[in-house]
């Protein structure tokens, strides 16, 4: 599934990112795969599950784990869990209880009480498109803080986001979105495990074309989803939100492809209504997750 070259609107503080389409550029689908592997181990899936009622459970949306200083935790979109009905209260007993998923449909649950939640931006029900939108759910140390890390990996924000923009944000660089698409999921629960489609998250690519130099303190980026050239991309990226956006360094040897490096970028928020047959996905980047969200909690 490919991301395709667009026209971006005139929105204020947005770092314009113009991606086109990779489907002519001749990566093997060797390549593609180790892309998805190496990024499904910073990848989650989030589910949430009331009580005993298997109708109650649901996807509401996706996370990249994250270690900032000495903590570990999921990094993904304000909204995912303070917009959905009832909203989730973490720190707090209730009858919530949240299912993350990681690669090969591993799954940890944990109830409302035994997470902690720092809101590094608040979504705005009113302007739910402009950002910003962050939050950061806290693992505490432990023994699920210990599956997860034999299971998965986290990324850590260390990084001087202003190398990471020299490093990654220049024309030619492949890009990829990654989530759980809301669409075709097919869940269950046996045994207080969940069960679902196994490779139901996916990958959506493409390559930076351009990119204007912007400085601010918040900083987005969005991407195209043209249904007219990729008829074969979801109908909705709903679930998406939360997820992050990758830059991927590939290295070409002759007729030999393989992976450079990667590096965490940003998080989805926020899909528009398709017009004329192309949606667009926004996101925070750079600055934003790896800088600008910390400032609001100086104790991360």
């Excluded at 495990?193 to 130099?213: S, T």
């Amino acid at each position: 599934m490919f991301l395709q070259r667009h026209a971006l609107p005139d929105v204020e503080r947005l770092l314009e990112i113009t991606l086109m389409s990779i489907d002519l550029i001749e990566i093997p689908r060797s390549v593609d795969k180790e892309i998805s592997a190496a990024i499904l181990l910073y990848s989650v899936g989030i589910f949430r599950h009331i009580g005993a009622d298997g109708n109650t459970f649901r996807l509401l949306g996706s996370g990249t784990l994250v270690q900032r200083g000495s903590r570990y935790g999921i990094l993904t979109a304000d909204h995912c869990i303070h917009r959905c009905n009832p909203p989730v209260r973490l720190g707090v007993p209730s009858n919530q209880r949240l299912y993350f998923v990681l690669r090969g449909s591993r799954t940890i649950s944990a109830s409302t009480d035994e997470l902690f939640e720092h809101r590094l931006a608040p979504a705005d029900p009113k302007r739910p498109s402009r950002g910003p939108d962050l939050t950061f759910i806290e693992i505490p140390p432990g023994e699920r803080l210990s599956r997860f890390r034999a299971f998965s990996n986290f990324c850590p924000l260390d990084r001087d986001p202003e190398i990471l923009l020299q490093e990654f944000a220049v024309p030619g660089r492949c890009f990829v979105c990654f989530g759980v698409p809301e669409v075709d999921q097919n869940i269950t629960i046996r045994n207080d495990h969940l069960v679902f489609n196994e490779g139901k998250f996916q990958a959506f690519m493409g390559i930076l074309k351009d990119i204007p130099r912007h400085r601010s303190k918040w900083d987005y980026t969005q991407i195209a989803a043209d249904y007219v050239s990729s008829p074969t991309l979801p109908v909705s990226f709903a679930g998406v939100s939360g997820g992050g956006f990758w830059g991927i360094k590939i290295r070409r040897r002759g007729e030999v492809y393989d992976i450079e490096d990667y590096q965490f970028m940003g998080v989805a928020f926020y899909q528009t209504p398709v017009r004329k047959g192309r949606r667009y996905v926004r996101g925070h980047f750079v600055r934003s997750v790896y800088s600008t969200a910390w400032r609001m909690l100086p104790e991360v």
